[in-house]
């Protein structure tokens, strides 16, 4: 299992991208909407919105054929409550995001993203200031953001910018410093893998308090001191360079 590494800052991957609003992606568009980012060939998505058809389940993928592949399965299931869109959450989430309807999403997941290890490659990590600042206006309070990784180096900057904005509370049962289980009750590929190598995932779970969401500036201040100087690469990617994130 390899991970595909895409460099989110290529030109190409930088276009501006409009996606459909919810009404044009379900016809349900009412019911409450989890957003997976990052959500690669979809499986995970597809057996949720099986067990889960109260929900909506949009899966947004900055790898083209992944989202191909993925579609092409959920409409082979004729599943109406989930979709698949090709683009770069970076860019292209933030406006879409603020554009939503107050209190309509209800779950936010970014599991297992690629590892950036390099200082110079910081800016390709997926939850950047910008997207979190749109996830936490979104999100009303009591909706859940909930974070995975098998790589310290990876959860470890999502956690220092998620707890610097001051709009998310820990569910005081969770243990620390990490949760022990999913709160999905549905692995994804690169969970089950993880997981039957007898290695650790490193989870959070949170929950978006009242606070309003802090200047962007903080967001970015919280961003570089969030940065992880003297991780081996090899060391932190214990489980190898195995699956692509799921």
């Given amino acids: 299992m390899v991970r595909q590494h895409v460099n989110p800052l290529s030109s190409f991957h930088q276009l501006p991208r409009t996606l459909p609003a919810p009404p044009d992606l379900f016809a349900a568009a009412a ?39 993925a579609e092409a399965d959920r409409q082979a299931e ?30 936010v997941t970014i599991q297992f993203p690629d590892p950036w290890f390099k200082l110079k490659h910081r ?3 997926v939850l950047q200031p910008p997207l979190l600042a749109a996830i936490t ?4 309070p009591g909706r859940q953001l909930f974070l995975q990784s098998d790589v310290l180096g990876a959860i470890e900057p ?25 709160p999905l009750g549905m692995p994804t590929e690169r969970e089950s893998y993880v997981l039957s190598q007898g ?20 967001l970015e201040d919280s ?7 003297g991780v081996d690469p090899a060391g932190a990617d214990a489980a190898g360079d195995g699956a692509h994130h799921r």
Avoid at 35 to 51: E, K, N, Q, V
Avoid at 137 to 140: G, N
Avoid at 165 to 178: H, K, L, N
């Fill in 78 to 107: 004729a599943l109406p409550n989930l979709r698949f869109l090709f683009c770069n959450a970076t860019i292209n989430l933030q406006e879409w995001l603020v554009a939503l309807p107050s209190g309509l999403l209800d779950l």
């Fill in 223 to 229: 961003g570089e001191a969030a940065d992880n100087p």
């Fill in 31 to 69: 019911r409450p909407l989890h957003l997976d980012i990052g959500s690669a060939r979809g499986r995970f998505l597809l057996a949720l919105a099986r067990t889960d058809p109260q929900r909506n389940h949009l899966g947004v993928e900055i790898r083209r054929p992944l989202v191909e592949a």
């Fill in 199 to 218: 290695l650790p995932v490193y989870r959070v779970l949170y929950e978006r308090n009242g606070a309003p969401p802090p200047p962007r500036s903080v």
């Fill in 137 to 140: 206006t979104a999100l009303a």
């Fill in 158 to 182: 999502m956690v220092a910018l998620v707890e610097a904005s001051g709009c998310f509370e820990r569910p005081e049962a969770d243990t620390r410093p990490w949760r022990a289980d999913n």
């Fill in 123 to 125: 800016k390709r990590q």
